[in-house]
């Protein structure tokens, strides 16, 4: 039987090599500088960095040598990683290994190597920080040698933050493609808004007000029927108003609903039920009369907060607002089995949390063992908001 564990582990060590990203890329400093550094330490006219591909060996950073990659069976890297320690070849013409390499027979007539593993830190040798000379018979000393492998040990600490930067740079990008979609959606809910007051100004008001103007013609001309012409123009247009007053509410809310926050809330949360076709259990708790301006606010959120809801098909939800020493809203639900996700709830959820968040608040969203949603918000009084 074959033992496939060699190959495997090669498998494994390319992989590693791959996923730093390091292979075919430009010349830097940081790589430059320690070769300079190895061939300074050890007086070595010929240095490298390099690292082993499946059948090439690729230099990242060279000193005094003509190539960039050779091929692997012809790598004394490849040698290299094949063990722990410095590998040192005093004299390659000498070494069974190498005396036929055409780097030792021919141009650049390499006798002395040492090289010293760079492994990843799953262990991994990926390649090697290396020295070289035509010389023949040279020797290391020991601090020669650790110096050797400490420059490899920083090779692999610096690969692995380029990797940290990397991913840390892809993460900022999917969040930056992230807040771009929400952006798109906010575009787009804005735009919705607009759309539904276009429909409403149309479809409830121009069909109304020309039914109103048709039955003001036939008072003048039915003048027996006159009278229930003009009822039903005065009920047309009493709807018209109350049409208006809900829409500007919806915009904006008026002043009186202001000078009593309490009403404003409870007609927000009474409308939103009937129109949602959610049953809502509504408490508010409050020790004193709420000021119009933390209202408005309970209010604006509220605007954001219950359509949440939406996506999960709810029928009925509990809703407590209790006003102490701080503002705690409460909304409890039980989720709809066969609910699904919608984006544009994402992004409601999203301006809630920072809406809350920008008051000095927090938005938690838990669920409890029964499997009931929880979406708890505390607020510091007073809240200050610019109406």
Known sequence: MINELPDFREEMRLADLYSFGILDTEEEEDFSQLVELAANITNCPMAAISFIDKDRQWFKAIKNMGV??????????????????????????????????????????????????ISSISGQKLGAVCVLDSANNRQLSKFQLESLQTIANQISRLLELKRKNKSLINYTNKLIEAEKALHRLSIKEEESERNFIANQLHENFAQTLAATKLYIEFAETEKDLAASFLAK??????????????????????????????????????QWSLNSNVEVSYLMESEEELPSESGLFIYRLLQTVLPLTKTYRVRKLNLSIILGSDIEINVNYQPNSNYTVDPYQLLLLKKSISMAQAEGGQLLVTRTAEGAHQIMIHL???IQVAV
């Not at 091929?71 to 390659?92: K, N, P």
């Not at 005065?234 to 809310?253: G, Q, V």
């Not at 609903?257 to 949360?269: D, F, G, R």
């Open 68 to 117: 960039r990659e050779t091929r692997r069976d012809e790598a004394f890297c490849h040698h290299t990683i094949q063990q722990d320690e410095v590998l040192m070849v005093s004299d390659a013409g000498t070494d069974i290994r190498f005396q036929n390499n055409p780097y030792v027979t021919g141009d650049p007539n390499i006798s002395f190597y040492a090289g010293a593993p």
């Open 233 to 270: 123009s005065k009920d047309n247009i009493e709807h018209i108003i109350n049409e208006i007053r809900l829409l500007c509410n919806y915009i904006k809310p008026v002043d009186n609903y202001q000078a009593s926050p309490t009403l404003l809330i409870n007609e927000y949360i009474k």
């Open 380 to 382: 510091p009084l007073p």
